[in-house]
């Protein structure tokens, strides 16, 4: 099943609703590469409880998650995309890479430390040690290349570090992945405060659009969002507001910065804004359309992550068993 295109392993958590940030930023691009590489996409279940989780709610979020992935477009017949806390052998694997991860590497971790500033109350264990798991995530499928954000980096580099130290005390066990950031990746800033990533910790509510966010809501939002004083419509690292909503309408609409500054040219911040607006509106009208016909229907959505979570407990135990039987476990 796909195995001769490149391997890409993704993976998302559910741990609250989908930005248009995550949307623009990744998920566009998940979409796109299911032609060109062999995907695993993880629905990313057991990273979200370094962060106390309702039961309830997190049920609630992973069923929303999966309906609105395969929504976007995520297609079960090209793609692998599973439930990870349903596949053991990340957890398996997490383990063992523990005893292969060196404590002074995660102490430098910079996720480990804004994360424990944020939740002071609850520095677990598993926070510190959350690259291990990450890192079992790509080496189980062998992935040639992992889709990264900048902040991502260092995630993927202690991931690397970790295979090429197992490989080197074992022979060639994992393959080391490359990171690569795709094409079309667009950085989504807060509309309220243009200097930070769109974040669904926003406290600012107008800052951040949901997925699933009303057509009346997304342009309120829109309206609503910081520019500057000069009223003309050009692209500028000066001009963090403008250009943000400049990004964000060329995503959706395929224009190029070139064409949208023309097509805009005399016009006003007001006019622009309801525009960006309506586009988002009728880019995710079809994906939020499709999200409520697949969040109805149950069955569907088991029985494509039931052959979804056995494609991947079979593929990557070929790589534990490996691993297991290098370091001398007998079966």
Not at 87 to 101: D, E, K, R, S
Not at 245 to 269: C, H, P, R, S
Request: hydrophobic share 35%.
């Amino acid at each position: 099943m796909g195995e001769k295109k490149p391997i890409v392993l993704s993976a998302i958590q559910p741990s609250g609703s989908m930005t248009l940030g995550n949307y623009l930023g990744a998920i566009k691009n998940w979409i796109t590469m299911q032609d060109e590489y062999f995907c695993f996409y993880a629905l990313a279940d057991l990273h979200t409880i370094t962060v106390r989780q309702d039961p309830k709610e997190m049920r609630k979020h992973i069923l929303d998650m999966y309906a609105l992935l395969l929504a976007c477009g995520i297609d079960p017949e090209k793609s692998v995309f599973f439930i990870q806390s349903h596949v053991t052998t990340h957890a398996q694997l997490a383990w063992i890479l523990n005893c292969y991860t060196q404590f002074g590497e995660l102490s430098r971790m910079t996720q480990f430390k804004d994360k424990s500033r944020k939740h002071a109350d609850n520095i677990n264990a598993g926070l510190f040690t959350y690259p291990a798991l990450m890192a079992a995530d790509i080496l189980l499928y062998q992935a040639d290349k992992v889709p990264v954000g900048a902040d991502q980096m260092q995630h993927l580099e202690i991931t690397r570090d970790i295979a090429t130290r197992f490989n080197g005390l074992y022979g060639n066990v994992f393959k080391i992945p490359e990171g690569f950031v795709p094409k079309n990746g667009a950085r989504v800033m807060s509309l309220q405060n243009p200097s930070s990533k769109m974040s669904k910790s926003d406290e600012n509510v107008n800052g951040c659009v949901y997925m699933l966010d009303k057509p009346e809501t997304i342009m309120k939002k829109f309206k609503r969002a910081i520019t500057d004083t000069d009223t003309k419509i050009y692209f500028s690292e000066d001009k963090p507001g403008i250009s943000n909503l400049m990004t964000i309408y060329g995503a959706v609409t395929g224009n190029t910065i070139e064409q949208i500054e023309k097509e805009f040219d005399g016009k006003g911040y007001g006019d622009f804004k309801t525009a960006v607006g309506e586009a988002v509106v009728e880019h995710l009208r079809p994906i939020q359309d499709e999200y409520n016909r697949i969040i109805k229907d149950r069955a569907y959505m088991e029985e494509t992550w039931k052959k979804a979570d056995a494609f991947a407990q079979n593929f990557s135990q070929r790589t534990l068993d490996k691993v297991m039987k290098k370091i001398g476990y007998i079966k």
